[in-house]
């Protein structure tokens, strides 16, 4: 799941500085989420912040769900 947000930055040539100043998601969320990516590619974050990250980069929460 994280992979695909990292996917998603590449794609839109953005920063998560930039995310993150654009949708309210913190920093540390980020963070946090990517932390536990590394130990589980399946690791998730709270579904308000995941619905606006997906928001942004104008794709559906179920992009990030689908494997």
């Avoid at 949708?23 to 709270?46: C, Y």
């Avoid at 579904?47 to 980069?57: H, P, Q, R, S, T």
Wanted: aromatic residues 14%.
């Amino acid at each position: 799941m994280y992979q695909k947000y990292v996917d998603l930055l590449e794609k839109h040539k953005v920063t998560t500085y930039q995310v993150c100043k654009d949708t309210g998601v913190s920093q540390t969320t980020i963070s946090m989420w990517k932390a536990r990516a590394e130990l589980d590619s399946k690791a998730t974050i709270n579904v308000f912040d995941l619905k606006k990250i997906a928001d942004y980069f104008n794709v559906s929460v179920d992009y990030f769900l689908e494997e």
